[in-house]
């Protein structure tokens, strides 16, 4: 198999998709498995691994109450991806429908008993073979599926030492047109700290993230300091209806909690020089959705 098949192979990841839901089960099971096999692992038991994935569900996937690291696992080997493989896969079951039709998924069971995975042969030989190829394979997953605030998080969370630069997307346009309709300060803070003449540490952060097709247009841009950009990017809060900031009822600290964030809570952000340009409701309803790790705190 040639370098430039894997590249393609990897691209094409057969992802679930629903009204703007994200499903990024399969990408952090490639990234961490690649990691894993840079480190001399090749093959993954389920019942070994389940507990990262699940962590990794719950850190850099969307809210929800119950996270199945199970499906990427499993569904990884199917005809689509062909990026993975499950020698034992005969000796797991499927559950079944009402009408006896599969429904694709393995009994849990089965897989913690019998499902060790990993990449076929000729994929794991080449990524191990060649490290610049297993690095690309990486920057595509994560330009693909995850905002540029996630990179380094993700990649310690799945212990990948990357030596290659990863670099942001350049969307000049639109970080100039958002930063200029929120007068260059933070809708949060209002930090508007500058070197000369140029804005430091002021971001364009999108709502919904342009990997999820979000647009590069001001009512679907916030200016942010790096700090709120990070934590907006995270889910540590997010935006009302009535453009308020929202804080999670999970987040917590010591030093900066209350004068960074809980001082913002209930607040309504600056909004833009013109109403035209404010956050539309379409983008602020999918980042509590998809982003915010809720549920938020109480209303004071």
């Known amino acids: 198999m040639t370098r430039e098949e894997i590249i393609k192979k990897f691209r094409k990841l057969n992802l679930w998709e629903r009204e703007g839901e994200r499903a990024p089960h399969k990408p952090l099971l490639v990234l961490y498995a690649i990691g894993k096999l840079l480190r ?38 199917k005809e689509k991806d062909k990026i993975w493989e499950i020698p034992d896969a005969h000796k797991i079951r499927e559950y079944q429908r009402k009408n006896g039709k599969s429904t694709g998924d393995a009994r849990i069971e089965d897989l913690r008993r019998y499902g060790v995975g990993g990449f076929p042969e000729p994929i794991a030989y080449q990524l191990q073979k060649d490290p610049r190829l297993a690095f690309e394979v990486v920057q595509n997953l994560l330009d693909s599926h995850f905002p540029f605030s996630y990179y380094e998080d993700i990649l310690q969370a799945v212990d990948l030492p990357i030596p290659l630069p990863i670099s942001r997307s350049r969307l000049p346009n639109f970080r100039e047109n958002v930063l200029k309709a929120y007068n260059y300060r933070c809708a949060v803070c209002g930090f508007d700290v500058k070197l000369r003449h140029q804005p430091v540490a002021l971001e364009a952060s999108h709502i919904k993230w342009h990997r999820a097709g979000g647009p590069d247009t001001e009512v679907n841009g916030l200016a942010l300091c790096s700090l709120h950009h990070k934590l907006f990017d995270r889910g540590v809060f997010t935006l009302s209806t009535q453009l308020e900031v929202l804080v999670s009822e999970y987040a917590n600290g010591s030093v900066g909690f209350d004068d960074w964030l809980m001082k913002f809570h209930n607040e309504k952000i600056h909004f833009p020089q013109r109403s035209t340009y404010r956050p539309h409701e379409n983008f602020t309803e999918w980042h509590l959705k998809e982003v915010f790790k809720g549920p938020y705190r109480e209303r004071t």
């Open 40 to 77: 001399g692992e090749d093959r993954l038991g389920y019942a070994d691994i389940e507990e990262d994935l699940r962590n990794l569900l719950k850190e850099f996937g969307p809210w929800r109450t119950n996270h199945r690291p199970q499906y990427p696992f499993w569904r990884l080997r």
